[in-house]
């Protein structure tokens, strides 16, 4: 019984959000959404154009937006810079390989187990504690940062791998969109699994989190995003250069070099914004589906 009811609701909630094939009647929508796409596109090619500018073309007036002679020199200079560094390039990398994937995980498990508990239970508070966390929606992270770095202090995480990953987990957005998602899931679900003898653990697991995938990877993606291109944590609260992430690393080296050299901090500059902007692209374009997916459904109830 509960399997049948898991495969059919699931598949519901899971299905395609668009029709398959194509009918003359979208064409109206295409007339509208094509050039809409094309100035979306525009940012995207920009970055990759701007990173393969010679130096005339980087300080060229007019700005030129596509570039005339590519070149790789950015991508050398930059390349240069990093084997002059005197913690290793690996290191930075690993670092922010390992907080981004632990961030993410811990994210998601937090983000979930706490929607599932503001949807589907009762207990007092309730509606106030999701009323906290849509007020903390409003403010953005420059707002809160000397309550975040007191807070830091206090807790001992000055200069600790921990600080990188903590902050990170409690994400206001992730838990809206995921809530948002849960409660619309039939409580007749629920209900059916518990009367059979299933665990509140059991129905996480095993009913929910299928249910609710898009979500999760619209969360993954937000969390990546927040995390790998995070460098303020390494500048206000990281001493220790073997702490210090990628971003951290790009971001000084670009300043020093730009200090330096302008027209060549200006390249290097331009080079490693594609690097830290390629990841990013990759996991949206993996994930994108259910993305889709996901902003179609947070709303309805």
Same mark, same amino acid.
């Given at each position: 019984?509960?399997?049948?009811?898991?495969?059919?609701?699931?598949?519901?909630?899971?299905?395609?959000?668009?029709?398959? =094939?194509?009918?003359? +009647?979208?064409?109206? @929508?295409?007339? !509208? $959404?094509?050039? #809409?796409?094309?100035?979306?596109?525009?940012? &995207?090619?920009?970055?990759?154009?701007?990173?393969?500018?010679?130096?005339?073309?980087?300080?060229?007036?007019?700005?030129?937006?596509?570039?005339?002679?590519?070149?790789?020199?950015?991508?050398?200079?930059?390349?240069?810079?990093?084997?002059?560094? =005197?913690?290793?390039? +690996?290191?930075?990398? @690993?670092?922010? !390989? $390992?907080?981004? #994937?632990?961030?993410?995980?811990?994210?998601? &498990?937090?983000?979930?187990?706490?929607?599932?508990?503001?949807?589907?239970?009762?207990?007092?508070?309730?509606?106030?504690?999701?009323?906290?966390?849509?007020?903390?929606?409003?403010?953005?992270?420059?707002?809160?940062?000397?309550?975040?770095?007191?807070?830091?202090?206090?807790?001992?995480?000055?200069?600790?791998?921990?600080?990188?990953? #903590?902050?990170?987990?409690?994400?206001?957005?992730?838990?809206?969109?995921?809530?948002?998602?849960?409660?619309?899931?039939?409580?007749?679900?629920?209900?059916?699994?518990?009367?059979?003898?299933?665990?509140?653990?059991?129905?996480?697991?095993?009913?929910?989190?299928?249910?609710?995938?898009?979500?999760?990877?619209?969360?993954?993606?937000?969390?990546?995003?927040?995390?790998?291109?995070?460098?303020?944590?390494?500048?206000?609260?990281?001493?220790?250069?073997?702490?210090?992430?990628?971003?951290?690393?790009?971001?000084?080296?670009?300043?020093?070099?730009?200090?330096?050299?302008?027209?060549?901090?200006?390249?290097?500059?331009?080079?490693?914004?594609?690097?830290?902007?390629?990841?990013?692209?990759?996991?949206?374009?993996?994930?994108?589906?259910?993305?889709?997916?996901?902003?179609?459904?947070?709303?309805?109830?």
């Amino acid at each position: 019984m509960r399997k049948k009811l898991i495969k059919r609701f699931t598949g519901i909630r899971n299905s395609g959000i668009n029709p398959k =094939g194509f009918h003359p +009647s979208q064409i109206k @929508f295409y007339l !509208i $959404l094509l050039p #809409l796409t094309v100035v979306m596109v525009l940012p &995207i090619i920009f970055i990759f154009s701007h990173a393969f500018k010679p130096p005339d073309e980087l300080f060229a007036y007019p700005p030129r937006f596509f570039v005339t002679n590519p070149t790789f020199k950015n991508f050398s200079d930059l390349f240069t810079k990093m084997s002059n560094s =005197g913690v290793p390039v +690996s290191r930075y990398l @690993f670092n922010s !390989i $390992l907080i981004t #994937l632990v961030t993410i995980a811990a994210s998601i &498990i937090v983000s979930t187990t706490a929607a599932y508990a503001l949807s589907k239970k009762r207990f007092k508070l309730k509606k106030m504690l999701f009323a906290v966390n849509t007020v903390a929606l409003m403010f953005v992270p420059i707002a809160v940062t000397i309550p975040r770095f007191l807070l830091i202090e206090r807790l001992n995480l000055m200069d600790t791998f921990l600080v990188h990953i #903590l902050p990170g987990l409690a994400m206001p957005v992730g838990l809206f969109l995921i809530k948002q998602f849960i409660d619309g899931i039939p409580d007749e679900v629920i209900e059916a699994a518990q009367i059979d003898g299933a665990s509140d653990v059991w129905i996480y697991w095993e009913i929910v989190l299928p249910m609710i995938r898009p979500a999760i990877a619209t969360i993954a993606i937000l969390t990546f995003q927040a995390t790998w291109n995070n460098a303020d944590t390494s500048t206000l609260f990281i001493n220790s250069e073997s702490l210090k992430t990628f971003a951290f690393y790009l971001s000084t080296l670009t300043s020093t070099a730009a200090g330096a050299n302008v027209v060549a901090g200006q390249g290097i500059a331009a080079a490693a914004a594609l690097i830290m902007f390629l990841p990013n692209l990759i996991i949206f374009i993996l994930l994108q589906s259910q993305v889709m997916s996901t902003m179609s459904h947070s709303g309805l109830k």
